[in-house]
């Protein structure tokens, strides 16, 4: 009999393999995703990916693309780090995302600014109960606090390693990762301070939708949030959808809402003037 023991067992294992699939994967080609958004056509779509508990991608979206991340079963907690594509030095700064629009909580109409003022993406749509621009990435050592080991290849990785594998993909390495967004785990700020945490679970199917204004890197960790008090490694799996889309036009509602947002806008496209 043929193991995996030999290289002839190996190769056989691997090719019987072909056409398997798994609840959490990457869907190639993208074109044959299944379960769309309505009105967007299969051969639109760039990008379809379900993410695990513990799971990361990293993609380069073109100006326009559209990308809906769904919280598949109502505990997603997806961290997302966004840099210019094409000069990385510029990368999402959530500071500036908060001050700038007088308002720390992300929902529809709201927009992710870069850290030379400039909108990187914006959220065109938006079902769930909220999402977190206060608290930042789970680590090694937070997740070893609560369930016994945080490291990266062990039972609980933490989003900050997640984030390392995912950018050595594009050349960039662990002083490169900046403050983040955790979407669908909602955290407000109580009168004294106090920040509440909304663990959840929500409902499923919730999801966002946001719009690149720029040609962006978008990084992605789906790791249990890092004030999550449970002490089980407790996330669903998020999917990733992106697809083609139109450049945001003059009159777009969400680039014309405020003076604040329609300077971010202008300074994109003074930027894509070059």
């Excluded at 908060?98 to 030379?116: E, F, H, I, P, T």
């Excluded at 945490?197 to 790791?223: F, K, W, Y």
């Excluded at 999917?239 to 604040?260: F, K, L, N, S, V």
Aim: a neutral charge; hydrophobic letters at 40%.
């Amino acid at each position: 009999m043929s193991t995996t023991a030999d290289p002839a067992g190996a190769r056989a294992h691997a090719r019987a393999m072909a056409g398997t699939r798994v609840d959490a994967m990457p869907t190639i080609p993208a074109h044959t995703a299944v379960d769309l958004p309505p009105d967007v056509l299969p051969g639109d779509v760039v990008w379809d990916e379900t993410l695990a508990a513990g799971g990361y991608a990293a993609r380069i979206l073109k100006r326009g693309t559209r990308l809906r991340l769904t919280d598949l079963h109502g505990d997603g907690a997806i961290a997302m780090l966004v840099f210019n594509a094409e000069r990385t030095v510029e990368r999402l700064n959530v500071a500036d995302t908060v001050k700038v629009q007088w308002n720390a909580y992300l929902g529809a109409g709201r927009l992710l600014l870069s850290d030379m003022g400039r909108v990187m993406l914006s959220v065109i749509a938006d079902d769930t109960q909220g999402h977190d621009a206060f608290c930042g990435a789970s680590n090694q050592a937070s997740n070893a606090r609560k369930y016994g080991d945080g490291f990266n290849h062990g039972a609980h990785p933490n989003a900050r390693d997640r984030f390392v594998i995912a950018l050595a993909k594009y050349g960039l390495n662990r002083r490169d990762i900046h403050p983040c967004i955790t979407w669908f785990k909602p955290v407000t700020i109580a009168a004294d301070g106090a920040i509440d945490l909304d663990i959840g679970p929500h409902r499923a199917g919730q999801s966002v939708t946001l719009r690149a204004e720029m040609d962006v890197i978008v990084v992605l960790a789906n790791c249990p949030h890092v004030r999550d008090p449970r002490h089980t490694y407790s996330v669903a799996p998020v999917r990733a959808c992106a697809w083609r889309g139109d450049i945001t036009p003059h009159d777009d509602p969400i680039r014309m809402a405020t003076p604040e947002g329609l300077r971010a806008f202008e300074n994109v496209e003074d930027y894509y003037l070059r």
